[in-house]
């Protein structure tokens, strides 16, 4: 059946039985976590397990002294994030969209039920989904690819990843971020032919002028602009084989949002 349709009662039931937390509803079933009084648990206990293949759904308790969770969201995902396979591994799906607290959820869902997962376990399930905007190739021609790798480890990966794919392209890169700046543009100025600098709509990403100071005068195409201005100017051009959009999560969401491509 359709699992969308159960979240909107599911959020009713919670709201209405005092009930806070977090629940994920997927194809497979229901996940997550809920705090509230004796009664309000038990009365959405009893009705989840009203719901379709629920019934036989199993649930760890703790005690807290004070509400843990300061509001009740019910959401929607289109298939459980992870899972047990035949074998009794622990596994993610391959997936577009995911967060860290979805994945905190999961892993602490499966503790409490009493399933044994190793850090190895959990890292060779990290390793086996992708993240919509990590090294993600949205064009072959010309070439553009989103990365929000903003640290110096997701970094020397992109740069792998660049080498195979841009060998005697001309690139430009546009580039945001909240932290040092130099650290991670320098090790991509020696394939990146043009730098340019949007001034984004997330006003906690640094000021596009301090970018300057890492790049060398004449490899700096824009800054200060818009997002979708200064994309627009590289894709104008046509001048350009790559296009590498990287730095910051809020850098490639905005994109992404912009249905530029």
Known sequence: KDHRKLCDPLQNKCNSSGVTGSLLVAPEGINGTISGSRQGIDNVIKYIKTLPGCSNIEHKESVA???????????????????????????????????????????????????????????????????????????????????????????????????KKIEGKKTAAIFASSKNSYDLISPLKEIIDCWHFPRCKERRLINPEQFLASVNNESIGSYGESLEVTYKKIKNKNEFDAIIIYGSFYLVGEFLESNLV
């Open 65 to 163: 002294s004070l509400p843990p969770f300061p509001r009740m969201k019910v959401k929607i995902k289109k298939e459980s994030i992870l899972y047990l396979d035949k074998k009794n591994q622990f596994k993610f799906e391959d997936k577009q969209n995911i967060d860290s607290s979805s994945i905190a959820i999961a892993i602490r869902s499966f503790l409490s039920l009493g399933f044994k997962i190793s850090e190895n376990q959990i890292q060779k399930a990290l390793d086996s989904f992708s993240i919509k905007g990590r090294c993600e190739v949205i064009s072959e021609d010309p070439y553009i690819l989103l990365d929000v790798c903003h640290n110096l480890s997701a970094l020397e990966k992109l740069k792998k990843a660049l080498l």
